[in-house]
């Protein structure tokens, strides 16, 4: 049986690159802009407060688990929200070397991260208050909002980082069919 390979249009414009040679004046033609880093960074922690947010709400379908069980993971979440708070804040900071994407991106990310944080700041207080209460109405739906809402945006931050690859790559792919038509 005969195997056959299919060159993708990136590797073969790469291989193109590669023969005709990139000018120096292209060299850093592709690299990410640091608003770019910042949303990929937020992305990964946007990740990690899903991950936790999720933890949290499968703990609403076990009783049996202490309060403090819950209080860990939420402190664990409690954190992985400050680091993503600092990092959105320098986003933020950085609106006037942003693409106009990337500012939409911060616009939108903004009431997500604070209503994770005020839901996050309420389940501390109930836990606080209500160590022996915790399958209660009210801590439940905390705890399942932020499951959702956390996993809004992490999928949210993804698609704009996505964005910003994919335009990367076609401005990379552009400058190669351009140079290799000269």
Not at 19 to 43: N, Y
Not at 96 to 118: C, K, N, T, Y
């Amino acid at each position: 049986m005969k195997k056959h390979y299919m060159i993708g249009v990136t590797t073969f414009a790469c291989l193109l690159a590669a023969i005709a040679g990139v000018p120096p004046s292209l060299k850093g033609a592709g690299e990410e802009s640091p608003v770019s880093k910042l949303l990929a960074e937020a992305k990964t922690q946007a990740y990690a407060i899903s991950v936790d947010a999720s933890q949290l709400e499968s703990y609403t379908r076990e009783p049996t688990l202490s309060w403090e069980t819950h209080a860990d993971e939420i402190s664990l979440m409690k954190d992985d929200i400050n680091r993503t708070a600092k990092t959105i804040e320098k986003l933020n900071a950085s609106r006037s070397e942003a693409a106009p994407w990337q500012v939409a991106a911060i616009d939108r990310i903004i009431p997500f991260m604070q209503e994770i944080a005020g839901n996050t700041t309420s389940a501390i207080e109930y836990i606080n208050k209500y160590q022996s209460r915790l399958t209660m109405k009210e801590y439940t739906d905390y705890l399942e909002s932020n499951s959702d809402l956390s996993s809004n945006l992490a999928g949210l931050i993804a698609h704009y980082v996505d964005y910003g690859n994919a335009k990367n790559r076609y401005g990379n792919l552009k400058r190669t069919i351009e140079l290799s038509a000269k």
